[in-house]
């Protein structure tokens, strides 16, 4: 039946949860925009903040990776603050000039940052203005990305929060798939799921704005990503219902994110097993071969995408390590509760950080493998323990069948790059 | 409000942390929202250093703006001289903290602490990155130095170089190897690897050489104020600014030891007949004020290239930059609007820029080739192997720069013979440049050559001619060609029209 069992000593659903605040060495929600925008091809993400705010985008882009992207920044000065300008008559003109320079925009998100909520600038207001100014063109939008009040991957839960209450209602059973996932991968989950006859399927975010992404009473939807939890709030507020499930990481992961679907729309045992037999056992090959390295190796996450509990469930249940600390910025029961189930007791579950704290356990710990954020990775490898960087499993494929051992991958690179390099003179 | 899509500069505060991050015993206690810690990955991964920097982030959030952000500013300021146990802190707000108005300095005074607190004023929502270094060093110079007797040998301090400085770490050492050839020893580096009582000694020396203004006017203008420490206004980069600089030591200390040249192989490498090439090329040249000056100066009188056009990003060297686009008969571009300077770029068409990261993008987008001379910097400014850019080395590590982007000697000629050679043709670019070579397809659609003008026509066999006229002096070809034509009114270009250009232009 593939149906993932629970551990044997159980999961870590009611652990208890170690929760911390102080300093978290973490990005803000504008970084989302650095993914959202190549996914949505006709949305341009106007961040109305500081120098801080562009020179964040900058720096996460790993510096100008695309010409002339869709971000920019209306960069709030001294006359804005002062109250000698008005923020929305300010805010309108450069609107106008994006919009007049780039006629291929078709939605336009106000990006809400830190400086701009301190000083309280009503970004719904000017969206729901610029909106009946630019209507029907572009379909102006806001929400915030701002650090007081979002956590890296939240920006795109916030985003897509933003697009639930504006989609289009509809009465028919639909599954809407839910989370920005790389065009390719996206195609081969849409494949699986056709495969088994499941349909119509729609996407949020879709890939354009005129797309056919609606909602309604009879509307399922499944979360690819294990961030979404606001979007996942306004799309019960609509009506829909959550199927519940792993998230898609690994061969163990995507199976019973499948089988959710499956099961909720009628696919018989032999169709599951006849569209999920050769990929999964694709995955599993590739998985083995990549998990030689981390086989009885130990894994400590410090807090970054929340991706962590669906990544630590991967990596102790198919690729044999030993969960040691397990850090997410925030834990959602209705969302992370099934990987935790299958996540076997014994690791630290932590929320939140307080950055030096747990930096000393992790020093204590010695973990062979730490994953934590650019700010941190260098800084650990120069004390001796092997890191790998969150943010790329957040910029990389990473989700369902085929992407498995790339996945596994991503964590055993940084352990054979080690045992590799000989730089000892030979005796 | 302005659109920004590209910034040269960071905020101030980010200025503030390269001071801070360059400096040992120092903590810079900030008082920012959750997400401003980005700022650490500039350091441990653009600069590779292996310790995070020195700054206690307050990290507030939406929930404790109602409640009590100054409280929280307190506690991490007290975790920070607890567990880190600095000489001394440095105290400030980023971009969101200054809105509040929780006032770090009048907070961390209440505390009592036993160590120095220096409080940072940077306004950001009107200064930049080097502003806010230049501020916090001076600050830092201007609370700690301390009165004292001079040193018994002639020494001098070195200021300016920070953390993510642009080759700041070589810079350091081949000054230093100048200096001791010369017969002056080095009391202090500031703030680079400085410690706060290292700051103290600074008085102790003679003079001050202000290594990167950007950085460290405002100390040196200080230390010269209240400690009668003349300092240096000649940046030695270049083999003439080089040789000026001694001269301004040795007038400055009566010193009379010149350093040794022996290794200073630039001027021969320039002089050398493979480098007839680089006479007359054209080159647009934009950065921070101070390398800009310096290249500037390096490209017409030691390169020999024609320098059409310079600019800086820095508003505070404008003043300085305009006055020596104006020695060089040019316009001085001062913007940090990278859009005007793509802009500017287009307009000049030069066969090389000489730029920072921003404009190495700006030339890979327009097919020209770029140097990078300046910061903003990028994981590739911090070279594993020895690079200075100041002295007699750095004079010969800038002739490498320079000319690696171009087409070479005697290559550029065989690319003109043999241009329509289907392994020597021009998309396979420069020899040397392995990865950037595409194979020749045969049968692609000719493009047609859009005029810049629309009352200007190409005829077919003019524009056979101009695509076989090499890549990389093909622009400058077209433009020449089509102002040639708007001048003497004609409409069509013929082949005689572009050797009549061609004539016109000979230089």
């Not at chain 1, 002339?68 to 450069?94: K, W, Y």
Request: aromatic share 8%; net charge negative.
């Amino acid at each position: 039946m593939n149906v993932p069992l629970p551990p044997a000593n159980g999961g870590c659903r009611t652990t208890p949860v170690l929760k911390e605040r102080g300093q978290r060495e973490v990005f803000c929600g504008l970084t989302g925009i650095i993914w959202l925008h190549r996914k949505m091809q006709d949305a341009f993400f106007l961040v109305v903040g500081s120098r801080t705010c562009a020179h964040l985008l900058q720096s996460a882009a790993g510096v100008m990776i695309f010409a002339e992207p869709r971000f920019g920044t209306a960069i709030l000065e001294e006359q804005d603050l002062a109250g000698m300008a008005d923020a929305h008559v300010e805010l309108d003109r450069e609107v106008e000039k994006l919009l007049s320079r780039r006629p291929d925009i078709r939605q336009l998100f106000l990006v809400g940052s830190c400086p701009s909520e301190v000083i309280k600038i009503d970004l719904a207001r000017a969206a729901e203005r610029l909106s009946q100014v630019h209507a029907p063109h572009v379909r102006v939008l806001n929400y915030s990305g701002s650090g007081i009040e979002t956590t890296f991957t939240e920006g795109e839960d916030a985003c897509l929060a933003s697009m639930v209450p504006v989609l289009k209602d509809t009465q028919e059973r639909e599954l809407l798939v839910v989370g920005a996932l790389p065009d390719v991968v996206e195609d081969q989950m849409v494949s699986l799921l056709t495969d088994m006859g499941v349909g119509p399927i729609r996407l949020l975010p879709a890939r354009r704005i005129d797309d056919t992404t609606a909602v309604g009473q009879n509307t399922v939807f499944a979360l690819t990503q294990p961030f979404l939890g606001d979007t996942h709030a306004e799309l019960e507020r609509r009506g829909a219902r959550h199927l519940a499930a792993p998230f898609p990481f690994g061969d163990e992961g995507t199976t019973a994110w499948l089988r959710a679907i499956a099961v909720e729309f009628g696919v018989s045992e032999e169709t599951f097993e006849a569209v999920t037999a050769a990929p999964r056992a694709r995955a599993r090959k590739a998985i083995a071969q990549a998990a030689e390295a981390l086989r009885g190796k130990s894994v400590f996450f410090f807090p970054d995408s929340q991706l962590e509990i669906p990544l630590a469930r991967f990596l102790t249940r198919e690729c044999g390590m030993t969960a040691v600390e397990v850090g997410s910025p925030y834990i959602h029961d209705a969302l992370h509760g099934p990987d935790l189930d299958l996540l076997p007791a014994g690791p630290q579950i932590s929320e939140g950080q307080d950055v030096d704290k747990q930096l000393e356990r992790a020093r204590a710990a010695r973990p062979d493998l730490t994953v934590c954020g650019l700010g941190l990775a260098n800084p650990l490898e120069a004390e001796g323990l092997s890191t790998k960087w969150a943010i790329e499993l957040v910029f990389t494929p990473v989700h369902f069948y085929e992407q498995a051992g790339d996945l596994a991958g991503l964590f055993s690179r940084p352990l054979r790059r080690k045992s590799v390099l000989q730089m000892e003179a030979v005796e | 409000m302005k659109l920004t899509v590209w910034t040269y500069e960071g905020p101030p505060h980010v200025g503030a942390m390269r001071v801070a991050t360059a400096m040992k015993g120092l903590h810079y206690v900030l008082h920012a929202p959750q997400g401003d810690t980005y700022a650490d990955l500039l350091f441990t991964m653009i600069e590779r250093r292996n310790h995070r920097p020195p700054v206690s982030y307050t990290t507030f959030q939406a929930r404790d703006l109602g409640a009590d952000t100054a409280t929280l500013f307190k506690t991490s300021c007290q975790d920070a001289v607890d567990r880190f146990d600095p000489e001394a802190i440095i105290v400030g707000a980023s971009c969101t903290a200054e809105l509040i108005q929780d006032d770090p300095a009048g907070l961390a005074e209440t505390m009592g602490l036993s160590i120095p607190v220096i409080p940072l004023e940077l306004p950001s929502y009107s200064r930049k990155e080097n502003f806010g270094a230049d501020e916090a060093f001076y600050q830092i110079v201007k609370s700690l130095s301390k009165p004292q007797e001079r040193t018994k040998r002639v020494t001098c301090n070195i200021l300016g170089p920070t953390a993510l400085g642009f080759r700041a770490r070589d810079d350091v050492e081949e000054l230093t190897g100048l200096l001791s050839d010369m017969g002056i020893d080095v009391n202090v580096v500031a703030p680079l690897n400085a410690t706060p009582s290292d700051i103290a000694r600074l008085p102790a020396a003679h003079f001050n050489v202000l290594l990167s203004p950007e950085t460290g006017e405002a100390a040196a203008r200080f230390l010269e104020k209240n400690h009668n420490q003349p300092f240096t206004k000649v940046v030695p980069i270049g083999v003439g600014a080089t040789r000026d600089f001694i001269d301004e030591v040795a007038v400055i200390t009566g010193v009379t030891g010149r350093p040794d040249e022996t290794r200073l192989r630039m001027p021969w490498w320039s002089r050398s007949v493979d480098s007839t090439y680089l006479t007359g090329k054209r080159v647009f040249i934009f950065g921070d004020g101070t390398h800009v000056a310096a290249h500037a100066r390096i490209a017409r009188d030691e390169m020999g290239f024609e320098v059409v056009g310079i600019g800086c990003y820095n508003r505070e060297m404008a003043r300085p930059i305009r006055a020596l686009a104006k020695e060089y008969g040019v316009d001085a571009l001062i913007t940090d609007d990278y859009l005007e300077v793509e802009a500017a770029i287009e307009r000049l068409s030069p066969e090389m820029i000489l730029g920072t990261q921003m404009e190495r993008h700006i030339g890979k987008r327009l097919g020209i080739p770029c140097a990078v001379i300046s910061a903003p910097v990028h994981v590739q400014d911090f070279p594993a192997r020895y690079s200075p850019q100041v002295g007699f080395e750095g004079a010969n590590v800038i002739f490498d720069t320079l000319i690696h982007p171009l087409v070479m000697g005697l290559e550029e000629h065989l690319l003109t013979m043999f241009r329509d050679d289907f392994e020597f043709h021009d998309d396979a670019g420069p020899s040397h440049h392995g990865g950037k070579a595409k194979a020749k397809v045969d049968d692609a659609p000719a493009e047609r050559v859009q005029p810049q003008d629309d009352n200007v026509i190409w005829l077919s066999d003019a524009e056979k001619e101009l695509k076989k006229i090499p890549f990389f002096v093909r622009g400058k070809a077209r433009r020449n060609t089509e102002t040639f034509a708007m001048e003497k009114g004609l409409h069509e270009i013929s082949l005689d029209t572009l050797y009549e250009a061609k004539a016109h232009y000979a230089r």
